[in-house]
């Protein structure tokens, strides 16, 4: 049995508490809030009577002594609850992103190195079974490897709130999936970035909603990303959509269910090379996905078994470092190296 404490019951709670639920041999003895009240209710929303409730995560932990402490706080306050978790010796999985700084990230990451414990990030799009079927079909080198990375993100929802204040909204509040994802997708390292930001006449964001940017990830291989928070008409899926060309070939992505391949043939049709197409196959046994369910549930074996997690803070730190790097290129306007 593993004992969790969750600090921070806002609306992202109820994803972490429903994957939660799921997942035997996991208990959650303690919700942390702001607000008691929200806590409360929380609790009783999910028939966690016994659960300890309290504001202060400090004495919370005292009282309740778990094994993990599971942080859906804002990300201004992800490395003081990075710090008293590891100051009581608990294991720690965070919401995305990482952080709100590149300091911030790296004294995080530091420290669940010094504390000894498994701190591991929600990157969830690592857990959508055709992300998992891509990585292992170029992994293959069935169509050799890749070489340019494009990726096309346009949806124009209205949150309200913050994130219509906040600056550099696109990049900061949900570019990171896409950029894990292509890391993860190719295998790549990030080594430098340019990018631009821009606010359409029609948006309805303060700053940042609309962003091009250029990766370059090592090994001969760009990365392109274009996204917007403001595009209406033919939105993209929420996974982005996908071209990945290799060296004999290339795979298209919808972002949801449509996944092709084509591979190129020793035939010339006048200018251009035939092609056929190629089969991706199937999601493996041994891929693990279902989003917030899959990470909690890899971030208990790890704990388990003594093994490192797939979103391990000291690797997600790099997909974090894209973000900034593209916020300081776009700010700067000049191409930017990414350490």
């Not at 993860?184 to 309805?204: I, K, L």
Request: glycine residues 8%; aromatic residues 8%; charged residues 25%.
């Amino acid at each position: 049995m593993m004992d969790a404490v969750l600090v921070g019951c806002g609306a992202m709670s109820k994803q972490w508490l429903d994957a939660a639920r799921q997942v035997e041999g996991l208990r959650v003895v303690g919700l942390v809030d702001l607000d008691a009240e929200r806590a409360r209710a929380r609790a009783h929303e999910y028939g966690l009577a016994g659960a300890v409730i309290g504001t202060s995560l400090d004495a919370i932990l005292d009282q309740t002594k778990p094994q993990a402490v599971f942080d859906v706080v804002v990300p201004a306050a992800r490395r003081d609850v990075a710090l008293s978790a590891f100051a009581h010796h608990c294991h720690l999985l965070t919401e995305k992103p990482l952080a709100d700084s590149p300091d911030n990230a790296r004294a995080i990451v530091e420290a669940a190195r010094r504390a000894g414990r498994v701190h591991a990030v929600v990157q969830n799009r690592r857990y959508v079974a055709n992300v998992r079927r891509i990585r292992r079909f170029l992994s293959s080198g069935a169509i050799g490897a890749p070489t340019s990375i494009h990726a096309d993100f346009f949806i124009a929802p209205h949150f309200g709130g913050f994130r219509e204040e906040m600056a550099h909204v696109l990049l900061l509040d949900m570019a990171i999936h896409t950029f894990d994802a292509a890391r993860y997708m190719v295998g790549g390292e990030p080594v430098s970035v340019y990018c631009q930001e821009w606010e359409p006449a029609n948006s309805w964001y303060r700053q940042g909603s609309s962003a091009s940017a250029v990766f370059d990830l090592g090994g001969g291989r760009l990365f392109t990303y274009a996204g917007s928070w403001c595009a209406v008409g033919f939105r993209t899926s929420w996974e982005s959509t996908w071209r990945i060309v290799a060296e004999r070939g290339s795979l298209l992505w919808d972002g949801n269910n449509d996944l092709r391949a084509e591979v190129v043939l020793p035939v010339r049709d006048g200018l251009l090379d035939q092609t056929q197409p190629i089969e991706v196959p199937p999601l493996d046994p041994a891929d693990r996905i279902d989003g917030h369910l899959g990470i909690i549930r890899d971030f208990m074996h790890a704990i388990e078994t003594g093994s490192e997690p797939e979103t391990r803070g000291s690797d997600n730190i790099k997909s974090l470092a894209m973000v900034f790097g593209a916020i300081e290129s776009a700010e700067t306007g000049r191409r930017v190296a990414i350490a």
